[in-house]
């Protein structure tokens, strides 16, 4: 069984500061990671996507990936009140079968 | 351009009524997957259809069938709802092009309620 894990929060930062939100996978095959970002009662929307180990900035956020420790990881800085929302974790299977796996979300809350 | 939309936005049913959720996309994908999403766990995928004319199951299948009708509508039937089926539902959709082809794209969610 293939699985996406992230840690169901809620994390909680003051506005300002640098948001941290980590993911770990289990098929060593994937080749693509994304970030969603779902507002309470909204659909998934995709933030970024990433499929190179290192670092890619974009804007306010930016996703690290280590492929040999399985690990995905997305930064906000100067976080807003209006990034408050649960972030999900999605890394494509492998075998060319275009499908995702989700995780199941990290809650983020942030405070003025 | 709508991107995807979905129809009925909520739905009640009661324990044994059949219904259709309806998906559809004007972006030319190829790929559309349907999708629930219960409280405390991820997307999980119920069917998906990688181009028109074929469908596949989808790590939570039972109690659903899918219809690709053309390559703008993919349909999710639920036969005789149960209890179970409770959940939020999602439609997604992404292009064919390789190296970001699995970006996807979800419309706005059905909500259905199974008495």
């Known amino acids: 069984q293939k699985e996406v894990e992230q840690n169901s929060g809620p994390l909680s930062v003051p506005e300002g500061a640098i948001a941290s939100l980590n993911c770990t996978y289990s098929d060593r095959g994937s080749q693509s990671f994304f970030w969603y970002r779902q507002y309470s009662g909204k659909s998934p929307e995709l933030i970024m996507f990433?499929?190179?180990?290192g670092d890619k900035e974009d804007g306010r956020f930016t996703a690290q990936l280590n492929k040999a420790s399985q690990y995905v990881s997305l930064l906000i800085r100067d976080s807003q009140p209006s990034d408050s929302a649960t972030y999900l974790c999605?890394?494509?299977?492998?075998?060319?079968?275009?499908?995702?796996?989700f995780g199941a979300g990290t809650r983020l809350a942030v405070h003025p | 351009n709508a991107g995807v939309t979905q129809t009925p936005k909520f739905q009640v049913l009661k324990t044994g009524q059949s219904m259709t959720l309806q998906c559809a996309q004007d972006?030319?994908?190829?790929?559309m997957y349907w999708y629930r999403q219960d409280p405390g766990m991820g997307l999980r995928l119920i069917y998906y259809?990688?181009?028109?004319?074929?469908?596949d199951k989808g790590e939570v299948p039972n109690g659903y069938n899918v219809s690709r009708l053309n390559k703008r509508e993919f349909s999710l039937r639920l036969e005789s709802a149960a209890p179970s089926q409770t959940s939020v539902y999602f439609c997604?959709?992404?292009?064919?092009?390789?190296?970001?082809?699995?970006?996807?794209?979800f419309g706005p969610g059905t909500r259905l309620l199974v008495l």
């Open positions: 997604a959709s992404n292009p064919p092009v390789a190296g970001g082809g699995e970006t996807q794209y």
């Open positions: 259809s990688a181009s028109e004319g074929t469908t």
């Open positions: 999605a890394v494509s299977l492998s075998g060319g079968y275009n499908k995702l796996i």
């Open positions: 972006m030319n994908h190829n790929s």
């Open positions: 990433i499929y190179s180990n």
